[in-house]
């Protein structure tokens, strides 16, 4: 390992507790520039803060706009007619409290899965906090370690750093003392360290760590979706309110009280207020309810994103096996000495600081003896995932040295080697294979795995995760399609995934066409992908996204960062390497591949009880803005009073949307959310407004006469409720029983205001006669029908 001679780079501003690269600072060092302010502590935060939780759910523009009708009402109506102001009170309340939730639950998982780089610190390597390193830490860095700070190269024994997030250039960079390490980076191979140059908000890494792992409902179909809805809204509400404010204070010579009353009673039902409340509150529900699985959902929307998902890219290694291997068998080739064998593998194992699995399997297996004790490593050559092999150069003593290959064997041997025809038996009972082979060249020659000489096959067996068969199952059953994507021999990785039940054709990656389109054929048609390179990776979710897929990738490995970058949806199990930790938009932290089950559901429980409630606030602004103008048009009181459709809209939407927004769902989430939004809500409110003037119309000739207002606006408010009930009763289905009685509740609640007397008073409800109350059960029970045929011709002829 080469390093830097003691104070070559070390902190100009304190040289007195500036230690060597060995020893890094001292505790007075550390001290003095936490006092100076030279400390990593840009805030990381998982959420929003509570301040901001709060200012966002209160200001909004519909809170705004309901505020100030709610203050106008307290002054001028029985405060009956207020009660739709302590409603957004409640909800408000509601959307705090569980964002609030949502916060802790981050916040804490954000805590587990920090990044905890380890620095030197008075001779002795420790572990800190992100925010706990300052200026001039010597910081070590090994295989799938994110570079957290900019800094200096002190020390570098094989050090390979890729640079492609900062860069876009995917060749990884070999770093020698005194290079410059971005922060933002990764460790591809071998180790070493770097002294920090830049800390706090002056290094890219605190923003970026900030950026990944914030709370967000941003870039979400779902979201931008309802923004897209609220401007449609806005733009019918503005003039439809004017024009009702215009006809009831000017047109009609009312009590001013009761024509403000009634104007209110127009303008409040159009906007959707608990549209945007519930889908922030399903949201922050299933951030809380995944991480009761310790599973950690970086950005919010991924939630979502994973239920959109209909090709599912698995590493094996860490997905579908766990990370460890046991070396189950070892086979000398072509008369070589076991005795000796072991010793080499020995060697090979104490050559490498930072071994990968399966050199500790090869570690524990093969211990250092008292014959590899006398070997000396003159030069070593760390695993990388490009090479598929690591190395090591020793001197044995007496004069004799030697140079070691240890890696794949269908990299290492040529195609007709007869060692290879074992290598493919054993792979096919899911067994890997390395190959040890002596070099006849030096490791810093390109061409050093050529006319290597075949030593032993080394057999590991990997140990398959109990729960992986299941949850590849799962997938199947939702037409979600899994691609397993490996940098192992294929044969092994198709004899694994046949274990677990996956099915489909093996195909080895290095016999893929480089051209996207070709590419993405080939991806189509097989299962299993065999010595695939990280670039290829990213080429093959590139190709499979060419063709329209929503791909989700899994991985754990540093291999796996560019490729889970560019998913839709990059999935790191807890244990993996920083990097892929730090660019995933969801980390299992319990490394259970069985959670993403969970993940699916609950995306796909937002998604469709979000496009559930939405019909239901959309059909009432519909109706809403159509009774206005036709209110307008006609030149006649508004047919109802603010208490009138508190009521309604609480039995008809507001208890039922919060309930079906929560339910489970199952349905495979479908594009294009706002058109099938609509495609219900337009005719749905269109029909329910027209049946209620036509209702209310028809009441004003029937009750014709001074005081008959009450009388017709019952009239025209059963029919709305009929109509809107079965507005309910189409969106709720498939019925499940709590569905049944959830919509049988709401209509015994208000058969229980229309008969008790003093409810009855209160909300100014009092059916008169026979004829009219049964005329408004006929038009609703045709408004219904009229639902009913035209949501059923939406379903046939609207494309999903």
Known sequence: MTHLDAGDRLGPADSVHALSPATGLTAAGVAERVARGQVNDVPVRSSRSPADIVRANVFTRFNAIIGVLWVIMLFVAPIQDSLFGFVILANTGIGIVQEWRAKKTLDSLALIGEVRPTVRRDGTAVEVGTSDLVLDDVIEIGPGDKVVVDGVCVEADGLEIDESLLTGEADPVVKQPGDQVMSGSFVVAGGGAFQATKVGREAYAAQLAEEASRFTLVQSELRSGISTILKYVTWMMVPSAIGLILSQLVAKDNELDDSVARTVGGIVPMVPEGLVLLTSVAFAIGVIRLGRKQCLVQELPAIEGLARVDTVCLDKTGTLTEGGVDVTELRPLDGADEGYVRTVLGALGESDPRPNASLRAIVDAYPVGEFTEEWRCTESLPFSSARKYSGAAFSEGDGVSSTWLLGAPDVLLAEDHPALAETTLLNERGLRVLLLARATRDLDDPRVAEDVTPTALVVLEQRLRPDAADTLRYFADQDVRAKVISGDNAVSVGAVAAKLGLSGATVDARRLPAEREEMAEALDGGTVFGRV?????????????????????????????????????????????????????????????????????????????????????????????????????????????????????TLTIGVPAFFLALAPNKERAKPHFVRRVMRYAIPGGAVAGVATFATYLLARQHYAGPGALDAETSAATLTLFLTSMWVLAIVARPYTWWRVVLVAAMGAAFLVVLVVPWLQDFFALKLVGVTMPWTAVGIAAVAATVLELLWRWVDRRVPA
């Open 533 to 649: 390179t990280p670039q290829q990776k990213r080429d093959m979710v590139g190709a499979l996204q060419s063709r329209g897929h929503t791909v989700a990738m899994t991985g754990d490995g540093v291999n796996d960062v560019l490729a889970l970058k560019d998913a839709d949806i990059g999935v790191a199990m807890g244990s993996g390497s920083e990097a892929t930790r730090a660019v995933a938009q969801i980390v299992l932290l319990d490394n259970s591949f069985a959670t993403l089950p969970s993940v699916v559901a609950e995306g796909r429980r937002v998604i469709g009880n979000i496009t559930r409630v939405a019909t239901l606030f959309l059909v009432k602004t519909v109706y809403s803005v159509l009774l206005a103008i036709l209110v307008v048009c006609s030149q006649v009181e508004y047919p109802f009073l603010p208490r009138h459709l508190t009521l309604l809209s």
